[in-house]
Nanobody, 130 residues
Framework: QVQLVESGGGLVQAGGSLRLSCAASGRTFSSYSMGWFRQASGKEREFVAAINWNGESTYYTDSVKGRFTFSRDNAKNTVYLQMNTLKPEDTAVYYC???????????????????????WGQGTQVTVSS
């Protein structure tokens, strides 16, 4: 069983930055690849980024490429999402998710399938004002 707790959300002006953290319980954190998803009000949950077990492989959805950076510290059982140049359309509840399996899924489409992730955090609100 893995418990995930996100933090770091808040209100920021457009162009600003936030860093989200997701702390995981358990002793097998390095056995999991991780993902960040977000859900805006009235919309479906969407994939943001994924990272493999050691942080050497990452993938981002097009809308955040070049602005967001996904990293992990296995010694601290924590992943991070550094979000720069934030836009109002980034406003959403952000969720981290853990998937059994060290490597990224084979296709970008698969990375975005919520049902392929085994554990989810409770989410943290990010609001970007214009």
């Amino acid at each position: 069983q893995v418990q995930l707790v996100e933090s770091g959300g808040g209100l920021v002006q457009a162009g600003g930055s936030l860093r989200l953290s997701c702390a995981a319980s358990g002793r097998t954190f390095s056995s999991y690849s991780m993902g960040w998803f977000r859900q805006a009000s009235g919309k479906e949950r969407e994939f943001v980024a994924a990272i493999n077990w050691n942080g050497e492989s990452t993938y981002y959805t097009d809308s955040v490429k070049g602005r967001f950076t996904f990293s992990r510290d296995n010694a601290k059982n924590t992943v991070y999402l550094q979000m720069n140049t934030l836009k109002p359309e980034d406003t959403a509840v952000y969720y981290c998710a853990a998937r059994r399996g060290r490597q990224l899924l084979a296709t970008t489409q698969a990375m975005g399938v919520t049902g392929l992730y085994n554990y989810w955090g409770q989410g943290t609100q990010v609001t970007v004002s214009s």
